[in-house]
C-alpha cells in the first residue's frame, strides 16, 4: 500500500497558476491509478482529474476541463496536477488519491487518500 503526501498548495490570484505534487511511498506506486479530488467548505468531496497507472489515459471534471492537467511520473513516484486560470471557485482543499484499478470520478472506489493541500484563489 501506498502513502500519499500533497504540496503545492497556497494563495493566489484569480487567472493564476499553481502546480499540486502528489508524493508517494512504496515501490508498488507505478501499479496505482490516481486521482485528484477536492472539497470546498461546506461542500460534498468533488471529482477533479484522474490518470491511469501508466499515464496513458486521463479523465477531468467538467469545471476543471481545459484549464487543469494531471501528470505523473512513476520514476519518481509523483502525480502532478498543474492548475491555470484559477478561477475563486476553485478555492479547496485538494486531495490525492491511489486505486488499485482505474476508478475516475468514484471516490469511494480510492483506497489511500492524503492529508490533503489548501487552494485558496482570490478575486
Known amino acids: 500500500q501506498v502513502q500519499l503526501v500533497e504540496s503545492g498548495g497556497g494563495l493566489v490570484q484569480a487567472g493564476g497558476s499553481l502546480r499540486l505534487s502528489c508524493a508517494a511511498s512504496g515501490r508498488t506506486f507505478s501499479s496505482y491509478a490516481m486521482g485528484w479530488f477536492r472539497q470546498a467548505p461546506g461542500k460534498e468531496r468533488e471529482f477533479v482529474a484522474a490518470?491511469?497507472?501508466?499515464?496513458?489515459?486521463?479523465s477531468y471534471a467538467d469545471s476543471v476541463k481545459g484549464r487543469f492537467t494531471i501528470s505523473r511520473n512513476n520514476a519518481k513516484n509523483m502525480v502532478y496536477l498543474q492548475m491555470n486560470s484559477l478561477k475563486p471557485e476553485d478555492t479547496a482543499v485538494y486531495y490525492c488519491?491511489?486505486?488499485?484499478?482505474?476508478?475516475?470520478?468514484?471516490?469511494?472506489?480510492?483506497?489511500?487518500w492524503g492529508q490533503g493541500t489548501q487552494v485558496t484563489v482570490s478575486s
Open positions: 488519491a491511489a486505486s488499485s484499478y482505474y476508478s475516475g470520478s468514484y471516490y469511494s472506489k480510492y483506497e489511500t
Open positions: 490518470i491511469t497507472w501508466s499515464g496513458g489515459s486521463t
